[in-house]
């Protein structure tokens, strides 16, 4: 999906945040997170729906009925890349892993930066190491 959406996204000027691809019984969303450093505007979002749609329809990756949907990632925005979580070290984050580690799944605290392919969460006075391929969901908690 990202070697189609990605290059229609940055054609129009904007960065590709982050793909996602939500299979809900009938109910198939594929979601496109596009950033620019001056904000996304719903006018952007429209260009790059229309631009994608069309690619989308000529390469026909996805069986069945789908909506597409393109969007700001938003001040609570979703994590997706280690470098995300580089860059957004010292900010607070919800981070949700696909099985447990030490007993949880559900992480709360501050992102301290990456290690390797692992992400440095500090909760409370305890630093975790996460691996990146663990992680199912990763979010911003916005600052108010």
């Not at 999906?1 to 054609?11: G, R, S, Y």
């Not at 969007?71 to 470098?83: A, I, V, W």
């Not at 949700?96 to 969460?121: H, K």
Request: charged share 25%; aromatic share 8%; with cysteine.
């Amino acid at each position: 999906m990202e070697a189609l959406l990605v290059p229609v996204v940055e054609a129009l000027g904007y960065t590709c945040w982050g793909i996602e691809y939500l299979s809900q019984g009938k109910h198939t969303l594929l979601r496109v997170y596009i950033d620019h450093p001056d904000g996304v505007s719903v006018d952007a979002c429209a260009a790059v729906s229309r631009q994608a749609s069309a690619v989308l329809d000529v390469e026909d990756p996805i069986s069945g009925d789908y909506t597409l949907e393109v969007s700001s990632p938003g001040m609570d925005r979703p994590l997706f890349t280690l470098q995300q979580y580089a860059d957004c070290a010292g900010e607070q984050a919800k981070i949700r892993l696909r099985t447990p580690y030490e007993g949880r799944r559900n992480f709360q605290g501050v992102i301290r930066g990456v290690e390797g392919d692992e992400v440095i969460l500090q909760v409370d006075e305890h630093e975790y190491l996460l691996p990146i391929d663990s992680i199912d969901k990763g979010n911003i908690i916005p600052r108010y």
